[in-house]
């Protein structure tokens, strides 16, 4: 094995640079040496970089140059520079102890060390080549005042050491807070079900570190729940596994093992171990992760609560190669289909009923690098089924030889997960385009419309014609779908400039209608007066004060919209200054509702990917949302006793009580200019409104609370917006409910 050694080398600290770099990883992949980062120009100019090795560019060397979000927001530049890189040569072009990476400006200079630039020595020996470089990551949550200390803090961090950032601390605690005892695990071995599965748990073998497969045997033959088959497909160049195996577990008769003629790959061993089950439930784990002994306990827990599931799926994290340090939580959502399309949340554990698994056929080589993305899109296929643990029973190894610790590593993954998605829409008979995203493994859909219906855009309008002409005007200039109408509902304006105003916009524009509602404000009943104005098959409630900036974002909403299984679709609004003011609602926090992530930069992946991925919610904000007008019709409209408050996250609620699906596209962009700092309102009167309103959201809406919100886990705080472990001393106060009969 290879001696693994942490590098970074960047210039980060000298802010008088020409050029500011970073080296993210370098590494040999087959007979290739890949080397991956970033690179900017203080002068704000293209950067050239070449490769070289005594002074002469590397023959048959390649570079790739692609956006870097991260770094563009981390220094104030333009997104749309190509500030990240990837450069791939033959190890066997080289044969001289160093390369060099060299950095010059434009696009025009030769390709040698005496271009004029500063050469960037890696100082490998590539001759021996025993040396890794730890993938740091895209720097994305690093990049502060201080990013190189922030970059080596998490370093250490990873590696057990130094400085933990403050969600790695909070998710120790929260460990240490739901850690089991002796005597619940006492009692979990002593536990009687009345359905006992048998569990095949299927796992690949290649050359596998007997320091990494040690720890994964013992926490299987320890399970509290003992019905299981453990089956072992070996790849390896020899026969050291099995000769460890059978000194190690000799009277395990549950344990399975064969030695592969050949190296199949993944993909080809995962189907030769799945091949051995003989189970109800094929369990699949990768050959160097951890599972917690309560794993098989609380997957067959679940199928005893429903006999009929199908899928099994639990939370995860990560752990170092020492597997004492543990760190990026993934507490996942129930079964959100729309989410495990563009990213594949689901990963591990997965458990299917073989019945399933057997149809579908397992893995394929031809997505290998998203073959556990294509299988896992193909069972689900298959069922309804499917159910979530919020238990975290699976530790994901990060070392530099696994996707986990160097997801760059793999770059033939983007290309597999766009095919992989592609094939699934061709199976399930969606029109759609996909495309990868700079964001590794997460894509981006784009659903072809059906057909080119009257889309109504309703505003409701008090004086404010500054805003309310900047939010027009950005839908008539930007707006790539042309079938819509804009219908204004005018409420109790005062100023006479304003009624000028409607007359004009009127006159020059065949697409606009203003209607007037006479009454105090209330947001139902002004929302439910412009539905009776619009003649629409989908419906926008747009607020006044927005402005678009996604010129395909009715596009996109009405494709989703003309699903019949969906009901209503929302957008990514940010504040002027290009922060996040919405990007979803999770019913519960505070005890009622909030938007999560609130005020993060709009190049912030958010925790889980919740900030760019598509994916269902339980509810959006009608600021910008688009709703079919047959299911508006369906639930009656806005409830109008949430005259200000909650009015929209009620109506989300009563399209999920009709079984359709609230859908959330983060590429849909608005800017909303409601002020990211004025703070609650002083005005008595509105408090007590606000707070019956609340009271009257809880009570009505009391069964949904309580269960909790399905597309955020129950291990998560309630009473902060940044997805934070819950505490076990988690508090709020709750305002008590009233009697609505």
Known sequence: MKKLKYIIQSNLEDPNATFRYFIEGAQKIDDDIDIKGWVVSSAGTPVKIDVVAEGNAIEGSNTWRHTRPDVADALGIEEEWNAGFEIRFERDSVQCDKVQIVFSEGSDKE?????????????????????????????????????????????????????????????????????????????????????????????????????????????????????????????????????????????????????????????????????????????????????????????????????????????EDLVDETGTHYWDYKFKPEYNLEMLRHRNYICHIFVARKSIMDEVGGFREEYDGAQDFDMILRCCEKSDNIIHVPKVLYHWRSHIDSTAGNADSKSYAFDASVRALKAHYERVGIDAKVEPTEIFIMLKTTRKLKATPLVSIIIPNKDHIDELDKCIKSIIDKTEYKNYEIIIVENNSEEDSTFDYYKKIESEYNCIKVCYFEGAFNFSKINNFGVNNAKGEHYIFLNNDVEIISPDWINRMLGYSQDENVGAVGAKLLYPDDTVQHCGVVVGIAGFAGHVFHALSKRDVGYFGRLRVQQEVSAVTAACMMVDAKVYEDVGGFDEDFAVALNDVDLCLKIRDKDKKIILDPNVLLYHYESKSRGSDEDESKKERFLSEVKRFRSKWKDFLEKGDPYYSPNLTLTMLDCSPRRADERFEIVEEIDLN
Request: hydrophobic letters at 35%; glycine letters at 4%.
């Open 111 to 315: 390709c040698n060390a005496d271009s004029g630039a500063t050469p960037l020595p890696i100082d490998f020996d590539l001759k021996k080549f025993d040396f890794s470089v730890s993938f740091v990551g895209r720097t994305v949550n690093f990049m502060t005042d201080d990013p190189v200390r922030r970059i080596k803090n998490r370093l250490k961090s990873n590696k057990g050491e130094g400085e933990m950032n403050p969600l790695d601390a909070m998710y120790k605690t929260w460990r240490d807070e739901n850690k089991l005892t002796e005597e619940d695990l006492k009692a979990q071995r002593e536990a009687k079900f009345d359905y006992n599965p048998l569990i095949s748990i299927s796992i690949p073998l290649y050359n596998t570190k007997i320091e990494f497969l040690k720890p994964l045997m013992d926490g299987i033959v320890n399970q509290t729940y003992t019905n299981f088959e453990l089956c072992l497909a070996d790849g390896s160049d020899t026969d050291y596994l099995k000769q460890y195996i059978d000194k190690n577990y000799p009277e395990d008769n549950r344990i399975k093992y064969i030695h592969l003629d050949e190296n199949l790959g993944i993909s080809g061993n995962t189907n030769k171990a799945i091949a051995m089950a003989t189970g109800d439930y094929i369990m699949l784990t990768d050959h160097d992760d951890l599972l917690e002994v309560n794993a098989l306990y609380e997957i067959v827990k679940a199928l005893n609560e429903d006999k009929d599931i199908d899928i099994v799926y639990t939370d």
